[in-house]
């Protein structure tokens, strides 16, 4: 079992930076892939991220590359989106996620999910 808990989510202007951090616990940590997704009011949940838990390979969808980055955290069983030049179409709730297998972009496959964190951009 793995449970997941966001944090960093907020309010800034458009153009601006957010931190978002997912610490994860349970035993079996090590064996997943991480991932964050994303949901906009009315709309689906949306892959935004993942990263390979044994090559440090990441991936993005295509709206946020050269803007997000996801990496493993400083701090142990963490995992970090780094979000820069934030665009008002980036506000949702941003969940993360668990994977035993690497590459998934849609949500079924995925197993653990965090409770979501609230990223609204301001004009």
């Known amino acids: 079992q793995v449970q997941l808990v966001e944090s960093g989510g907020g309010l800034v202007q458009a153009g601006g930076s957010l931190r978002l951090s997912c610490a994860a616990s349970?035993?079996?940590?090590?064996?997943?892939?991480m991932g964050w997704f994303r949901q906009a009011p009315g709309k689906e949940r949306e892959f935004v991220a993942a990263?390979?838990?044994?090559?440090?390979?990441?991936h993005y969808t295509d709206s946020v590359k050269g803007r997000f980055t996801i990496s493993r955290g400083n701090v142990q069983n963490t995992v970090v989106l780094q979000m820069i030049t934030l665009k008002p179409e980036d506000t949702a709730v941003y969940y993360c996620?668990?994977?035993?297998?690497?590459?998934?972009?849609?949500?079924?496959?995925?197993?653990?999910w965090g409770q979501g964190t609230q990223v609204t951009v301001s004009t």
């Open positions: 996620a668990a994977i035993e297998a690497f590459g998934a972009t849609t949500t079924q496959p995925w197993e653990y």
């Open positions: 990263i390979s838990r044994s090559t440090g390979n990441t």
């Open positions: 349970g035993r079996t940590f090590n064996w997943y892939n």
